[in-house]
């Protein structure tokens, strides 16, 4: 694509954008009652959002203007924060993390995949060297320590002599015995062949009847052939097979791929002309523009002194530093225009001292009215229903549309085809800052001439204020006191070390790990198609794989990777991931590291047993974790099996590990995190129900349930899973069958019977002998699947946990409850009668 049709894009993006944000401010000012009606709202509003966010976000990675695109990427973290709040309110309505839009997405035309939320890729671009860098560094003290070495997976016995001579004469005969049974089995057919030819009274067959044979063999052969040929170019048609060449990787994209790279390096190049240009162009202004700038301000200033002389009497008391200086006076403003707000003012200043009158005249109201007033307001609003919470996010937004619009909107380019930057737009940006620049020079030289030019005409002198100065330097002493003796109680402990040397001892100590290369992308599933039918029908669907991709890029990627949107959006410190063994929840940690560049802390109650004994040790541990992740964030704090450090009883196996350290100080951790740490704490677990509930939740902002894969999720991955194992699908290979059989069997199951079967042999056999599912049953027989009952008791927890409480209210009881609610208010009105 050319830099026309990324600017159409971007265009036609905008638009879109400002009719969706006309539609906001109209639904902010409305309450509504109806649930479905309001959800319906939400989940379009969010849909629309997530469909703009896809398009900007490709427009910003391949756009080369500078500074079109630092607009765009103002307006692209608002999307995301705006992205994040709707999800916020769903989830507050609905009372569950997985919501479904089977209706509206087939009411806006669109595909379950165009849901999908793409992860931005300036998260990696913007820091790749400094990423680098860090994973050399990692990579050096592994190696010095010893840690990079890989744990062999197959540890080989050694047998002694005579054994081995054993094997290798019973090998070897069976072999020759093969040879032998094969050669006596070629003497009997000969033999066979023999004795039939010499067989009296056996007719010579016609020689006619065996080329009347032969032709049915081959035209049937023939006629089967160009049915099957043309029953797969129907299937093709029809769109129920790919096309031959359908995998194969076309020229096209080769060649939009070099383009996409190409541009990346123009980008880099504008991006460096555009910063030298905010230098040297800010230098010619103060050499060319600067001196007159200076005269002009100070005609204005004396001016506005003589018109004050002029209108009251007395010359004016100049702004001070703290308050803008003269830029209040005169920001925006022509001299006719500031000498009405002088009248003005004198005007302003008569009207107050008449009204203080009046009121001290006047008796006050009691504080009992007041609160009465109060009440009844809040009665009012109660009785309104719900309004959509105010958003961080769409000032931004309307702000930067309105920036497009003024300035982008109907901008002529036509004389910047290579899409460099615009020196009018420096130019108009550095005036300002060299006009405040300069102004500030200004205001220092007119306060000593309005002190001469009072001494001279007025002969008044300036006495400082020393009492009210002397009042304000206690106060500020007493709330500097008043923080040190809060700070004093997290005193850096490691005050005298560099982040390198702590960085280096968590590595060595293995608490700073390297994260696996996954992708979120690489976490295969497939879309839950019947959710918004099977709750019409009060039936709760168990979420699908990519339902859980969706929210850990929402919950994990998408705040790590933007400042902006992890300080102003709904803040989430902590995230569980519960679910059965071979689910892919310490795949999906790994994939929050890759796309976000995170480093990788494993607190996990193993990995910590023995490391930093006693209280002391403790605290130092924490200490250095927390700050080493601030220093280098994103972060990404990793605890697996979390159920051990919230034991109800530890075992009697596991006291020596002291699995239950951490339980007491990961609260105190999640108060010290602010909205400015870009820090995630992450839990994965097999068996939550072994942890003390209450201590869990508190810990754990939000709690995902990852499922075993459902049937359409598991056809997907054994597609995916045998081709990257460099398996090739043929029709001999019913992926269906498989999908259907291993139902109960989780991700990490299906990979380790395919790498079983898959061997080196195996894939070179695969031209002459396609695979069939009939191979990969042998292995699913050594394994044992999830059992409906282990996946019931994950629901029954889930239930117990504070949302799935509040859900399970909302779905039952909660009218009832309310119900009792009015009935115990209605009483108790009765007896103060």
């Not at 009274?201 to 006619?208: S, W």
């Not at 002309?273 to 005269?295: F, H, M, Q, R, S």
């Not at 040190?484 to 702590?502: N, P």
């Not at 796309?595 to 996990?604: H, I």
Request: glycine share 6%; proline share 5%; charged share 30%.
């Amino acid at each position: 694509m050319s830099n026309a049709m990324y600017n159409k894009m971007w265009h036609q993006t905008q638009e879109a954008l400002n009719s969706l944000l006309d539609k906001e401010s109209q639904n902010i000012m409305e309450s509504q009652n109806n649930q479905v009606f309001i959800f319906q709202m939400l989940a379009t509003f969010y849909i629309k959002y997530v469909q703009i966010f896809r398009n900007l976000e490709d427009v910003y990675d391949q756009i080369v203007h500078p500074q079109k695109r630092i607009l765009i990427r103002k307006i692209l973290d608002g999307v995301m924060g705006r992205i994040l709040e709707l999800k916020n309110e769903m989830v507050e309505l609905e009372l569950t993390e997985f919501h479904y839009f089977d209706d509206i997405l087939q009411d806006l035309k669109l595909a379950p995949q165009q849901l999908d939320i793409p992860i931005p890729k300036y998260f990696l671009k913007e820091k790749l060297e400094v990423i680098k860098g860090r994973e050399k560094i990692l990579a050096q003290i592994l190696a010095n320590t010893g840690l990079d070495i890989p744990e062999k997976k197959y540890t080989v016995k050694g047998i002694p002599l005579e054994e081995a001579v054993k094997l290798i004469q019973i090998a070897e005969r069976a072999r020759q015995g093969r040879l032998r049974a094969m050669f006596m089995k070629q003497i009997f057919l000969q033999e066979y062949r023999a004795k039939q030819t010499k067989i009296p009274g056996e007719k010579v067959a016609d020689m006619g009847a065996a080329v009347l044979q032969i032709q049915k063999v081959w035209r049937g052969f023939h006629q089967r052939r160009k049915t099957e040929k043309q029953r797969e170019e129907e299937m093709i048609f029809l769109g129920m097979k790919p096309p031959p060449l359908f995998n194969e990787v076309s020229a096209t994209v080769i060649q939009a791929e070099k383009v996409s790279f190409l541009r990346n390096e123009v980008q880099v190049k504008h991006e460096e002309n555009y910063k030298e240009a905010l230098v040297t162009i800010k230098d010619d202004l103060k050499l060319i523009e600067g001196p007159d700038i200076k005269e002009n301000l100070q005609d204005q200033i004396r001016h506005w002194f003589i018109e004050c002389r002029n209108l009251t009497g007395t010359f004016p008391e100049y702004p001070n530093v703290e308050e803008g200086g003269s830029a209040i006076i005169f920001s925006n403003k022509t001299p006719q225009q500031v000498t009405e707000d002088i009248i003005a003012n004198q005007e302003e200043e008569e009207k107050n001292k008449k009204k203080k009158k009046k009121e001290a005249k006047k008796p006050k109201k009691p504080k009992k009215e007041k609160e009465k007033k109060g009440a009844k307001e809040k009665n009012k609003e109660e009785d309104d229903g719900w309004k959509m919470s105010p958003s961080v996010f769409l000032p931004t937004m309307e702000e930067g549309n309105n920036v497009y619009k003024d300035l982008w909107k109907n901008k002529d380019e036509s004389w910047n085809l290579p899409q460099d930057y615009d020196p009018e737009l420096i130019k108009q940006e550095k005036r300002k800052e060299l006009e405040s620049e300069i102004r500030a020079q200004v205001d220092e030289l007119m306060r000593q001439e309005l002190k001469n030019l009072k001494l001279a005409v007025d002969r008044e002198k300036e006495y400082p204020v020393k009492a009210a100065k002397k009042k304000g330097d206690k106060k500020k002493k007493k709330g500097k006191k008043g923080k040190k003796g809060k700070r004093g109680k997290d005193k850096d402990l490691t005050a005298d070390r560099t982040i390198e040397s702590l960085y280096k001892e968590l590595v060595e100590e293995g608490l700073l790990i390297q994260a696996l290369k996954v992708n979120l992308s690489d976490y295969i599933g497939e879309y839950s198609y019947l959710g918004t039918t099977l709750r019409q029908v009060s039936i709760e669907p168990m979420p699908s794989l990519l339902d859980v991709r969706q929210l850990i890029a929402l919950y994990g990627i998408l705040p790590l990777g933007s400042a902006t949107v992890h300080e102003k959006a709904p803040l989430v410190k902590s995230l569980l991931l519960a679910g059965p063994s071979g689910v892919g929840k310490k795949m999906l940690v790994h994939a929050i590291c890759t796309e976000t560049g995170a480093n990788l802390f494993n607190l996990s109650a193993a990995n910590i047993a023995g490391k930093y004994p006693g209280k002391n040790g403790l605290q130092m541990m924490l200490h250095v974790v927390i700050k080493v992740a601030r220093e280098l964030q994103p972060s990404v704090v990793w605890i697996g099996d979390t159920e051990k450090t919230f034991y109800k009883k530890v075992p009697s196996t596991e006291r020596m590990i002291e699995p239950k350290r951490l339980k007491k100080q990961l609260p105190k951790i999640l108060r010290l995190l602010k909205p400015d740490d870009r820090i995630l704490i992450v839990g994965t677990t097999q068996r939550p129900f072994d942890a003390e509930l209450q201590s869990f939740c508190k810990v754990y902002q939000k709690i995902i349930l990852v499922p075993r894969p459902d049937y359409a999720s598991r056809f997907v991955l054994w597609k995916q899973i045998i081709q990257r194992n460099g398996g090739i699908i043929t029709n001999a290979l019913n992926i269906s069958c498989l999908a259907k059989v291993t139902d109960g069997f989780t991700q990490g199951h299906i990979v380790e019977m395919v790498q079983g079967v898959l061997t080196d042999r195996r894939i070179r056999q695969q031209t002459y002998k396609p695979l069939t599912a009939a191979e990969f049953i042998a292995m699913l027989t050594r394994m044992s699947p999830v059992y409906q009952e282990e996946e019931e008791s994950f629901k029954n927890w889930y239930a117990k946990t504070p949302t799935g409480k509040k859900r399970a209210l909302a779905l039952t009881g909660g009218d009832i409850e309310k119900e009792k609610d009015k009935g115990k208010k209605k009483g108790k009105k009765e007896k103060k009668k």
